[in-house]
């Protein structure tokens, strides 16, 4: 089993990407998504995820109100709309399946530990 994340390219700053992260072997509606970065000499992050309903979601502060993660359940795919782009989101973005929603003081959590399905991730260059 494996995920795909798709969508990636070089954009200005200010433009706008939609990735996309699709299963192969599996389906998602059982599994949270999440979305997580990595830039050159950097920690990877998680940016987004959304738990097995949809009703859960998490986004990283660095990209509140740019961002938006939605899923696809009819054609098994997760979505990251990413807006208004700047060279800092510059980085290779990976998405992951987690078989269960995890939450830590009572919220909803994104830590790339929980996810055991990874894909190959997905370049996305910002310039200024």
């Known amino acids: 089993v494996q995920l795909q994340a798709s969508g990636g390219g070089l954009v200005q700053a200010g433009g706008s990407l939609r990735l996309s992260c699709a299963p192969s072997?599996?389906?998602?509606?059982?599994?949270?998504i999440g979305w997580f970065r990595q830039a050159p000499g950097k920690e990877r992050e998680g940016v987004s995820c959304?738990?097995?309903?949809?009703?859960?979601?998490y986004y990283a502060d660095s990209v509140k109100g740019r961002f938006a993660i939605s899923r696809d359940n009819a054609e098994n795919t997760v979505y990251l709309e990413m807006n208004s782009l700047r060279p800092e989101d510059t980085a290779v973005y990976y998405c992951?399946?987690?078989?269960?929603?995890?939450?830590?003081?009572?919220?909803?959590?994104?830590?790339?530990?929980?996810?055991?399905?990874w894909g190959r991730g997905t370049q996305v260059t910002v310039s200024s």
């Open positions: 992951a399946a987690a078989p269960r929603d995890t939450y830590y003081s009572g919220a909803y959590s994104c830590r790339s530990a929980d996810f055991d399905v």
């Open positions: 072997g599996f389906t998602l509606d059982y599994y949270g």
């Open positions: 959304i738990s097995v309903s949809g009703y859960n979601t």
